[in-house]
Structure formats: C-alpha cells, structure tokens
C-alpha cells in the first residue's frame, strides 16, 4: 500500500495547508495575547529547574488551538482545556529563559524551544506519571526518555496524527513516543493505551483525563 505521506495531496495541498494554519495567530484582537502573568512564569521557572514534567498548555490566540478544539469536540464531545503537549529536557541548571529546553512538535516540525517560546499562554498544566516520585522520574528521563527525545529532533509534523508511523510526529506523539521508551510502559500506562484504542487516536487533552497521570501544578486563565 503507497503511504499516504507520498500522495501528491498531501504533498502539495495538506502540509501547505497545516503549516499556513499554524502560523496564524489572533494577537491583533487582544490587548496582550496572553494571560499567564510573571508571577505564573516564576512559579514555573522554579518548578521547571527542579524537576520533569509533561506538560500541556492552551493559547487562545492561535488558531490551531481551534482547530484541535473541534477534532476534541467531535471525537470525545466535549471542548478540551489544553491542544498542546510537550516536555522540558534540560539538565535543570537553566540560568535563564533561553536556557530552559523543551522538545515539542508544531507545524515546522520536532524541535527544541525555550521558556518564552512554550509559556506564551493561557493555560498551562504539569503531569507526572501517576504514582511515580520525583527522584523516579528524573532517573528515566536521564535513561531512557531524553535519548528518545533527541531522536525526535528534525522529524517532520504529523498532519495526519497517525501513531504507527515514527517518521513523522506530531506533538502528543513526540510525548508518548518517549514514554513508550520506558520499560514497564504497557503496564503503567495500561489506561492511557486503552483509551487510545477506544478513541482511535491521541489528543493533548487525553493525557489530563487519563488516571496514569497525576496533576501537579496547574494554572487557567
């Protein structure tokens, strides 16, 4: 069977699409295209140099936000409070904004941004796998899950969001696809898989309600 990803539609038509769509913002309709305060940003400042997180958050200025807004709507019905997941890779020593490092996957494709570039939002929640300390966490980000990020980098977008395919990765995929580098992933996110299948594919806001996730620090505005 051809892959969809060589069809001349997707070529020509569906990634010009995705990526002109992904570049348009609201800002001009906002006093300031964002709520997250500096008070908000210090607080994950110092979160953020302490420990790992996956982290989900929701602009209301851009309109992919919308976008996959209705791709929530009509798959779970109902409006999700975050369209966007990513994960802060640093060592933790991050002397300022531009030091800070995560990996996410938008419409140019995976790759690494800092602090101002992530936390331009309205919304932000950090998650840890549920049951899970600290100190555990970080040991497999330093084994597994930070090598699997970097081999993430450069990877085109997955418009199509089609998890059998690792050659390309949307940003939901760029997550679990590092979770899945843990050992005892299909046991510890045994509900997180099953409601992949039951829903047929994978959305930002199916890490908030899944129960293999606890929340740790969230903000709404």
């Known amino acids: 069977m051809k892959n969809s990803y060589s069809s001349w539609w997707y070529k020509y038509l569906l990634t010009p ?3 002109l769509f992904g570049s348009i913002t609201f ?3 906002f006093k300031k295209y964002y709520n997250f305060t500096e008070e908000d940003h210090s607080i994950l400042r110092q979160k953020l140099k302490n420990n790992y997180y996956i982290i989900l958050n929701y602009r209301k200025t851009h309109l992919t936000t919308y ?3 209705v791709a929530n709507f009509i798959k779970m019905g109902k409006w999700p409070l975050y369209c966007h997941a990513f994960l802060n890779v640093d060592d933790g ?3 300022n904004d531009e030091e ?3 990996v996410e996957s938008t419409a140019p494709g995976v790759h690494f941004s800092s602090f101002m570039q992530v936390f331009d939002c309205d919304s932000v929640v950090l998650l840890r796998p549920k049951g899970m300390t600290d100190e555990e966490y970080t040991e497999l980000m ?3 899950i930070d090598k699997t990020a970097d081999a993430q980098i450069g990877k085109p977008y997955d418009d199509l969001f089609d998890l059998m395919d690792d050659t390309r990765q949307s940003c939901v995929e760029v997550v679990r696809r590092c979770l899945m580098s843990i050992p005892d992933y299909e046991t510890r996110f045994k509900n997180f898989e099953d409601m992949i299948k039951k829903e047929g594919n994978l959305l930002a806001q199916m890490y908030y309600d899944c129960p293999d ?4 620090w969230e903000v709404r505005k």
């Open 17 to 19: 699409v995705m990526t």
């Open 27 to 29: 800002n001009f309709l």
């Open 67 to 69: 976008l996959i807004g």
């Open 93 to 95: 020593l991050a002397k």
């Open 100 to 102: 800070f490092k995560f």
């Open 142 to 144: 330093d084994k597994y």
């Open 213 to 216: 996730f606890e929340k740790v």
